[in-house]
Nanobody, 126 residues
């Protein structure tokens, strides 16, 4: 069974960087597309970045993070990453990763995702 463990959150000043990691501690993540979602205080959860299954040849970003974030995967480590740079206060929220078996088309429909990580808090504040 897939079990996603999320790490890397924390408190960072505006303009700073964080790298989030999503690790499947038991089995390979290779067959799963991975998406990162975030939930800001008082708001609904939204998808922010997506990477296709297998070699991760396709990625997708929402406009609010495009150019500031990079999603990647290292199948040898069963890990997906979200590198976030030039962070803004509006990036504050709880970040989750989710896995979609054989996902090949970018989607942030939560019902498409089979497994979810526990979330990590990202706070951008001076």
């Amino acid at each position: 069974q897939v079990q996603l463990v999320v790490s890397g959150g924390g408190l960072v000043q505006p303009g700073g960087s964080l790298r989030l990691a999503c690790v499947n501690s038991r089995y390979s993540l290779r067959d799963y597309a991975i998406a990162w979602f975030r939930q800001a205080p008082g708001k609904e959860r939204e998808g922010v970045a997506w990477i296709s299954s297998l070699e991760g040849s396709s990625t997708y970003y929402v406009d609010s993070v495009k150019g500031r974030s990079t999603i990647s995967r290292d199948n040898s480590k069963n890990t997906a990453y979200l590198q976030m740079d030039s962070l803004k206060p509006e990036d504050t929220g709880v970040y989750y990763c989710a896995a979609d078996l054989w996902g090949s088309a970018a989607t942030f429909s939560e019902t498409e995702y089979d497994y979810w990580g526990q979330g990590t808090q990202v706070t951008v504040s001076s």
